[in-house]
């Protein structure tokens, strides 16, 4: 939680940023300069007003990869405001909102799941309907997605590899790697295999590759069984991950 006086400084520091923003936009031609000043003293005052709430959904699960997020999008939906795009800042406010709301929704879900539902049918498809949850919600940047996976609980490394299905743009191979190599259960794995099968068309050749040895040599390993859904997907894949012969 921020204290005051916490909150207070980082006033003083927006009113600082933003009227060096100002002298610079005046006196000088630098408008990058400005601009940055500018978003900086914006960044600050967000905080400022929003820090304890935001520390609230950090206390749930959210880590700082998503507040950078929020901080992020608040600015940009105030310079649309000031330069008069109202419903391009009311449709980040409302996607910033979005995101939280979903991150710690599917993240808790996961969670108490499989903290409290016997392992079975069942829960695993109430594990998928999480999943497509975390496919519906706005894509998030690949640093964020990163930080979340990497430092987050099994729901919220969940949510980031149902966004990264959900939103194949964001191509995070590091991501599926280590969710392939050192996965904290047999639904994540599963899923990181969901995640290459979306990003396949996109990767490059040595990705490909590298890729494909690694699931082979998981093909053989005595964990995926004959009749397992990571077995079957992963046949698919070694398939879809060859590189067509150029004729000779």
């Not at 108490?112 to 309907?129: I, N």
């Amino acid at each position: 939680m921020l204290s005051a006086w916490t909150r207070r400084g980082l006033c003083g520091t927006a009113v600082l940023l933003f009227g060096a923003g100002a002298v610079t936009a005046f006196v000088t031609d630098n408008g990058v300069g400005s601009a940055a000043l500018t978003t900086a003293g914006l960044a600050a005052l967000l905080l400022a007003a929003i820090g304890n709430h935001i520390e609230s959904f950090e206390a749930a699960g959210v880590k700082l990869g998503v507040r950078r997020f929020v901080v992020a999008q608040e600015a940009l939906a105030q310079e649309a405001d000031r330069t008069g795009r109202k419903a391009e800042a009311a449709q980040l406010r409302r996607q910033t909102s979005e995101v939280l709301d979903l991150v710690r929704s599917v993240s808790r879900s996961y969670d108490d799941l499989r903290s409290t539902m016997p392992a079975g049918w069942e829960r695993t498809q109430r594990f998928e309907e999480i999943v497509r949850e975390a496919k519906a919600a706005p894509a998030l940047t690949a640093d964020v997605l990163d930080e979340q996976f990497s430092r987050g609980t099994e729901g919220d490394r969940i949510f980031v590899l149902g966004n990264l299905q959900g939103h194949p743009e964001i191509v995070d191979v590091s991501i599926i790697d280590r969710a392939l190599t050192s996965p904290r259960s047999a639904f994540e794995q599963y899923h990181a295999l969901m995640a290459l099968e979306a990003v396949v068309d996109r990767l490059t050749s040595p990705e490909k590759a590298r890729f494909r040895r690694k699931i082979d040599r998981l093909l053989g390993a005595p964990l995926w069984k004959p009749s397992s859904d990571r077995r079957k997907l992963g046949a698919q894949l070694v398939e879809l991950l060859a590189e067509p012969e150029t004729a000779s």
